[in-house]
């Protein structure tokens, strides 16, 4: 299979990976139902379903998963890695769907999940985990928010992906704010047990 050819597997299958290059590693396309009406419009009664499996997978980011890591860190990645893993799908009423499949970047991990309709209207998911540069390196904040996921929407059409950027930022400044309103918050009322314990240490 030529770099090219692997490219376009993927594609189909999530828009993270358009304009990926250098594919490197195996992928192993198992089949466990193919199902045709013959009959004018089969398309829309067509169902396949199996599994894609990759090995070793890696390659040069591009298109909507460059914006997606420029989300995450300042440095962009030469390489992106996908773990060992058995990626379900299924195509059913005229809709391509598949099980979650994970990507690592760096050092940020995101897990993926899309829907892709026959006419190309697409639906995909994308979980970020917050990193020290997603809250402008504040250390203090980061650790207060380290562990939690951000959820990135992607839809338009898969010649077209449109992703929800405001929506993501709207989440992110909204975390941010609570978690510097609880720091300040703490740091209120230590302040005061200070003052009150020197008040009774006085008397």
Same mark, same amino acid.
């Given at each position: 299979?030529?770099?090219?050819?692997?490219?376009?597997?993927?594609?189909?299958?999530?828009?993270?990976?358009?304009?990926?290059?250098?594919?490197?590693?195996?992928?192993?396309?198992?089949?466990?139902?193919? #199902?045709?009406?013959?009959?004018?419009?089969?398309?829309?009664?067509?169902?396949?379903?199996?599994?894609? #499996?990759?090995?070793?997978? #890696?390659?040069?980011?591009?298109?909507?998963?460059?914006?997606?890591? %420029?989300?995450?860190?300042? %440095?962009?990645?030469?390489?992106?890695?996908?773990?060992?893993?058995?990626?379900?799908?299924?195509?059913?009423?005229?809709?391509?769907?598949?099980?979650?499949?994970?990507?690592?970047?760096?050092?940020?991990?995101?897990?993926?999940? %899309?829907?892709?309709?026959?006419?190309? #209207?697409?639906?995909?998911?994308?979980?970020?985990?917050?990193?020290?540069?997603?809250?402008?390196?504040?250390?203090?904040?980061?650790?207060?928010?380290?562990?939690?996921?951000?959820?990135?929407?992607?839809?338009?059409?898969?010649?077209?992906?449109?992703?929800?950027?405001?929506?993501?930022?709207?989440?992110? %400044?909204?975390?941010?704010?609570?978690?510097?309103?609880?720091?300040?918050?703490?740091?209120?009322?230590?302040?005061?047990?200070?003052?009150?314990?020197?008040?009774?240490?006085?008397?």
């Amino acid at each position: 299979m030529t770099h090219a050819a692997a490219a376009e597997m993927l594609t189909r299958l999530n828009p993270l990976f358009e304009q990926s290059a250098s594919p490197q590693g195996v992928m192993t396309l198992a089949l466990n139902e193919v #199902s045709t009406p013959i009959t004018a419009g089969a398309r829309a009664g067509t169902i396949l379903s199996g599994t894609l #499996s990759l090995k070793g997978l #890696s390659f040069a980011p591009g298109g909507m998963l460059r914006r997606v890591l %420029a989300l995450s860190e300042r %440095a962009e990645p030469a390489r992106v890695y996908a773990p060992d893993q058995n990626i379900a799908f299924e195509f059913r009423d005229g809709v391509l769907r598949h099980a979650p499949l994970t990507l690592r970047a760096g050092g940020v991990t995101l897990r993926t999940q %899309a829907s892709r309709r026959a006419e190309g #209207s697409l639906d995909c998911r994308v979980e970020i985990p917050c990193t020290l540069d997603m809250v402008g390196r504040d250390r203090a904040l980061f650790e207060r928010l380290k562990g939690e996921v951000f959820r990135l929407t992607i839809g338009g059409s898969a010649g077209a992906p449109e992703p929800d950027l405001k929506a993501f930022q709207e989440d992110l %400044a909204a975390r941010i704010g609570a978690a510097r309103l609880k720091m300040a918050r703490e740091r209120a009322t230590e302040e005061l047990n200070r003052a009150l314990d020197q008040i009774f240490r006085a008397e």
